[in-house]
Protein backbone atom coordinates (compact mmCIF):
# COMPACT_ATOMS: atom_id res chain seq x y z
CA UNK A 1 0.00 0.00 0.00
CA UNK A 2 1.35 3.27 -0.66
CA UNK A 3 2.57 5.40 1.78
CA UNK A 4 0.22 8.84 1.92
CA UNK A 5 3.86 10.45 1.93
CA UNK A 6 4.99 8.99 -1.02
CA UNK A 7 2.06 10.61 -2.81
CA UNK A 8 3.13 13.44 -5.07
CA UNK A 9 1.59 16.87 -4.35
CA UNK A 10 -1.06 18.08 -7.03
CA UNK A 11 -3.63 20.57 -7.77
CA UNK A 12 -6.13 21.34 -10.71
CA UNK A 13 -5.75 24.02 -12.55
CA UNK A 14 -8.90 24.92 -14.56
CA UNK A 15 -7.58 27.30 -17.51
CA UNK A 16 -8.54 28.33 -21.06
CA UNK A 17 -8.11 26.54 -24.62
CA UNK A 18 -5.69 28.92 -25.42
CA UNK A 19 -3.09 28.86 -22.37
CA UNK A 20 -3.01 24.80 -23.01
CA UNK A 21 -3.11 25.19 -27.19
CA UNK A 22 -0.60 27.63 -27.19
CA UNK A 23 2.13 25.54 -25.66
CA UNK A 24 2.55 27.62 -22.67
CA UNK A 25 1.51 25.38 -20.28
CA UNK A 26 4.24 22.93 -21.41
CA UNK A 27 6.65 25.23 -21.16
CA UNK A 28 5.43 26.47 -18.12
CA UNK A 29 4.66 23.71 -15.85
CA UNK A 30 7.98 21.78 -15.34
CA UNK A 31 9.37 25.19 -14.30
CA UNK A 32 6.95 25.30 -11.53
CA UNK A 33 7.24 21.74 -10.73
CA UNK A 34 11.21 21.97 -10.08
CA UNK A 35 10.20 25.12 -8.06
CA UNK A 36 7.66 23.67 -5.79
CA UNK A 37 8.09 19.61 -6.10
CA UNK A 38 3.79 20.21 -6.87
CA UNK A 39 1.99 18.49 -9.98
CA UNK A 40 -0.26 20.00 -11.88
CA UNK A 41 -3.37 19.15 -13.73
CA UNK A 42 -4.91 21.38 -16.56
CA UNK A 43 -8.24 21.20 -17.25
CA UNK A 44 -8.50 23.28 -20.59
CA UNK A 45 -12.10 24.69 -21.22
CA UNK A 46 -13.66 27.83 -21.99
CA UNK A 47 -13.04 30.69 -19.72
CA UNK A 48 -17.05 30.33 -18.39
CA UNK A 49 -16.77 26.58 -18.43
CA UNK A 50 -13.29 27.00 -16.50
CA UNK A 51 -14.85 29.27 -13.89
CA UNK A 52 -17.81 27.23 -13.62
CA UNK A 53 -15.46 24.25 -12.06
CA UNK A 54 -14.03 26.57 -9.86
CA UNK A 55 -17.52 27.63 -8.62
CA UNK A 56 -18.15 24.11 -7.92
CA UNK A 57 -14.99 23.69 -6.19
CA UNK A 58 -13.47 21.01 -9.06
CA UNK A 59 -10.57 22.79 -9.02
CA UNK A 60 -7.81 24.63 -7.05
CA UNK A 61 -6.78 27.84 -9.44
CA UNK A 62 -8.29 29.65 -12.33
CA UNK A 63 -6.36 30.76 -15.27
CA UNK A 64 -8.82 32.59 -17.27
CA UNK A 65 -9.03 35.57 -19.55
CA UNK A 66 -12.55 37.62 -19.04
CA UNK A 67 -12.02 40.38 -16.37
CA UNK A 68 -15.54 40.85 -15.83
CA UNK A 69 -16.65 37.20 -15.29
CA UNK A 70 -13.31 37.11 -13.20
CA UNK A 71 -14.13 40.30 -10.94
CA UNK A 72 -17.66 37.91 -10.68
CA UNK A 73 -16.92 35.07 -9.30
CA UNK A 74 -14.51 36.72 -6.88
CA UNK A 75 -17.57 39.28 -5.84
CA UNK A 76 -19.72 35.93 -5.28
CA UNK A 77 -17.25 34.28 -2.80
CA UNK A 78 -15.90 31.50 -4.92
CA UNK A 79 -13.01 32.62 -5.92
CA UNK A 80 -9.79 35.08 -4.08
CA UNK A 81 -7.31 37.49 -4.57
CA UNK A 82 -7.49 38.08 -8.35
CA UNK A 83 -4.33 38.77 -9.66
CA UNK A 84 -2.94 39.82 -12.93
CA UNK A 85 -0.71 36.85 -14.68
CA UNK A 86 0.56 38.00 -18.55
CA UNK A 87 -1.44 39.77 -21.92
CA UNK A 88 -1.18 38.93 -25.26
CA UNK A 89 -3.89 40.17 -27.70
CA UNK A 90 -6.42 39.15 -29.72
CA UNK A 91 -6.33 39.11 -33.99
CA UNK A 92 -8.62 38.39 -36.86
CA UNK A 93 -7.68 35.71 -39.08
CA UNK A 94 -8.73 35.13 -42.39
CA UNK A 95 -8.20 34.18 -46.34
CA UNK A 96 -4.95 35.67 -47.57
CA UNK A 97 -7.86 37.20 -50.36
CA UNK A 98 -9.53 38.88 -47.81
CA UNK A 99 -12.86 38.69 -49.61
CA UNK A 100 -15.04 41.15 -46.98
CA UNK A 101 -11.55 44.05 -47.08
CA UNK A 102 -11.23 43.82 -43.42
CA UNK A 103 -7.32 44.22 -43.34
CA UNK A 104 -6.29 46.92 -41.02
CA UNK A 105 -6.59 47.97 -37.40
CA UNK A 106 -9.89 48.44 -36.47
CA UNK A 107 -11.92 45.81 -35.07
CA UNK A 108 -15.24 46.87 -35.24
CA UNK A 109 -15.43 48.49 -38.79
CA UNK A 110 -13.39 44.57 -39.87
CA UNK A 111 -17.11 43.24 -38.29
CA UNK A 112 -19.19 45.38 -39.90
CA UNK A 113 -17.47 44.86 -43.49
CA UNK A 114 -18.04 40.69 -42.62
CA UNK A 115 -21.40 40.93 -41.88
CA UNK A 116 -22.34 43.81 -44.86
CA UNK A 117 -21.38 40.78 -47.12
CA UNK A 118 -22.89 37.84 -44.50
CA UNK A 119 -19.33 36.88 -44.85
CA UNK A 120 -18.03 33.19 -43.31
CA UNK A 121 -17.45 33.76 -39.67
CA UNK A 122 -16.95 31.03 -37.50
CA UNK A 123 -17.36 31.92 -33.53
CA UNK A 124 -16.10 29.92 -30.49
CA UNK A 125 -19.84 29.71 -29.49
CA UNK A 126 -18.78 28.42 -25.84
CA UNK A 127 -18.67 31.08 -23.21
CA UNK A 128 -15.35 31.56 -23.38
CA UNK A 129 -12.74 34.52 -22.62
CA UNK A 130 -12.61 34.72 -26.65
CA UNK A 131 -16.17 34.20 -27.24
CA UNK A 132 -17.25 37.17 -24.71
CA UNK A 133 -14.87 39.13 -26.39
CA UNK A 134 -16.40 38.45 -29.66
CA UNK A 135 -19.16 39.48 -28.23
CA UNK A 136 -18.05 42.50 -26.96
CA UNK A 137 -17.14 43.24 -30.12
CA UNK A 138 -20.23 42.36 -32.66
CA UNK A 139 -22.12 44.84 -29.88
CA UNK A 140 -19.54 47.98 -30.61
CA UNK A 141 -20.44 46.97 -33.83
CA UNK A 142 -24.01 47.85 -33.48
CA UNK A 143 -24.65 44.06 -34.83
CA UNK A 144 -25.71 42.39 -31.50
CA UNK A 145 -27.55 39.09 -32.99
CA UNK A 146 -27.20 40.34 -36.58
CA UNK A 147 -24.29 38.94 -37.57
CA UNK A 148 -25.13 37.55 -40.83
CA UNK A 149 -25.94 34.04 -42.76
CA UNK A 150 -22.24 33.50 -42.72
CA UNK A 151 -21.86 33.11 -38.99
CA UNK A 152 -21.34 29.51 -37.65
CA UNK A 153 -20.95 29.00 -33.85
CA UNK A 154 -19.30 25.77 -33.49
CA UNK A 155 -18.57 25.65 -29.13
CA UNK A 156 -15.34 24.42 -29.35
CA UNK A 157 -11.64 25.37 -28.72
CA UNK A 158 -9.57 27.69 -30.35
CA UNK A 159 -7.91 25.17 -32.16
CA UNK A 160 -10.93 23.31 -33.90
CA UNK A 161 -12.13 27.02 -34.41
CA UNK A 162 -9.05 27.79 -36.67
CA UNK A 163 -9.59 24.42 -38.56
CA UNK A 164 -13.21 25.36 -39.36
CA UNK A 165 -12.02 28.67 -40.64
CA UNK A 166 -8.81 26.79 -42.65
CA UNK A 167 -11.24 24.78 -44.00
CA UNK A 168 -13.74 27.27 -44.86
CA UNK A 169 -11.92 29.69 -45.73
CA UNK A 170 -13.53 31.92 -42.97
CA UNK A 171 -12.95 34.65 -40.71
CA UNK A 172 -12.22 34.06 -36.74
CA UNK A 173 -11.26 35.81 -34.12
CA UNK A 174 -8.07 33.90 -32.11
CA UNK A 175 -5.69 35.06 -29.88
CA UNK A 176 -2.55 35.09 -30.92
CA UNK A 177 -0.89 32.57 -28.92
CA UNK A 178 -2.61 29.76 -30.19
CA UNK A 179 -2.64 30.92 -33.93
CA UNK A 180 0.87 31.33 -33.54
CA UNK A 181 1.23 27.45 -32.53
CA UNK A 182 -1.10 26.71 -34.82
CA UNK A 183 0.32 24.45 -37.84
CA UNK A 184 -2.82 24.22 -40.52
CA UNK A 185 -2.98 27.37 -41.76
CA UNK A 186 -3.67 27.15 -45.05
CA UNK A 187 -3.74 30.42 -46.73
CA UNK A 188 -5.42 32.34 -43.52
CA UNK A 189 -3.58 35.41 -42.57
CA UNK A 190 -3.77 38.01 -39.46
CA UNK A 191 -6.14 40.66 -40.95
CA UNK A 192 -6.83 42.82 -38.51
CA UNK A 193 -4.34 43.80 -35.39
CA UNK A 194 -3.55 46.29 -33.28
CA UNK A 195 -6.81 47.74 -32.48
CA UNK A 196 -6.30 48.79 -28.61
CA UNK A 197 -9.70 46.70 -28.22
CA UNK A 198 -8.33 43.61 -28.94
CA UNK A 199 -6.15 43.95 -25.73
CA UNK A 200 -6.17 40.30 -23.90
CA UNK A 201 -5.74 40.39 -20.03
CA UNK A 202 -5.26 36.91 -18.34
CA UNK A 203 -5.65 36.60 -14.30
CA UNK A 204 -4.97 34.15 -11.83
CA UNK A 205 -7.52 33.27 -8.88
CA UNK A 206 -7.62 30.62 -6.13
CA UNK A 207 -10.90 29.01 -5.48
CA UNK A 208 -12.28 29.76 -2.21
CA UNK A 209 -11.16 27.08 0.27
CA UNK A 210 -13.91 28.54 2.61
CA UNK A 211 -16.71 28.12 0.31
CA UNK A 212 -14.83 24.31 -0.72
CA UNK A 213 -12.67 22.77 2.10
CA UNK A 214 -11.42 20.46 -0.39
CA UNK A 215 -9.79 23.06 -2.38
CA UNK A 216 -6.02 22.51 -1.78
CA UNK A 217 -5.55 25.96 -0.72
CA UNK A 218 -1.83 26.18 0.48
CA UNK A 219 -0.34 24.79 -2.59
CA UNK A 220 -2.89 26.55 -4.89
CA UNK A 221 -1.14 29.62 -3.55
CA UNK A 222 2.01 28.27 -3.81
CA UNK A 223 1.16 28.31 -7.78
CA UNK A 224 -0.71 31.94 -7.55
CA UNK A 225 2.83 33.55 -5.77
CA UNK A 226 5.00 31.76 -8.27
CA UNK A 227 3.31 32.63 -11.84
CA UNK A 228 3.45 36.12 -10.01
CA UNK A 229 6.85 35.98 -9.05
CA UNK A 230 9.81 37.37 -10.93
CA UNK A 231 10.92 33.84 -11.65
CA UNK A 232 7.53 32.82 -12.60
CA UNK A 233 6.85 36.25 -15.18
CA UNK A 234 10.54 35.47 -16.38
CA UNK A 235 9.49 31.74 -17.21
CA UNK A 236 6.09 33.09 -19.38
CA UNK A 237 8.53 35.98 -21.02
CA UNK A 238 10.83 33.06 -22.26
CA UNK A 239 8.25 31.19 -24.15
CA UNK A 240 8.46 32.12 -27.99
CA UNK A 241 7.64 29.99 -31.33
CA UNK A 242 9.58 31.66 -34.19
CA UNK A 243 11.37 33.87 -32.19
CA UNK A 244 8.36 35.50 -31.38
CA UNK A 245 7.11 36.01 -27.96
CA UNK A 246 3.98 34.88 -26.80
CA UNK A 247 2.54 36.03 -23.59
CA UNK A 248 3.38 39.58 -21.89
CA UNK A 249 3.51 39.05 -18.11
CA UNK A 250 2.81 42.06 -16.17
CA UNK A 251 1.80 40.86 -12.66
CA UNK A 252 1.87 43.56 -10.18
CA UNK A 253 5.50 44.16 -8.79
Not at 134 to 147: I, N, S, V
Request: include cysteine; hydrophobic fraction near 45%.
Amino acid sequence: MTSMAAVAQSIVVASTTSTEQSGLFAHLLPAFKAASGIDVKVVALGTGQAIDLGRRGDADVLFVHDRVAEDKVVAEGFAVQRQDVMYNDFVVIGPKADPARIRGNDIVEALRKVAAVNGPFISRGDKSGTHAAELRFWKLAALEGATGSGYKACGCGMGPALNMASGMGAYVLADRGTWLNFSNRGDLVVLVEGDKRLFNQYGVLLVNPAKHPQVKAADGQKFVDWVTSAQGQAVIASYKIGGEQLFFPNAAK
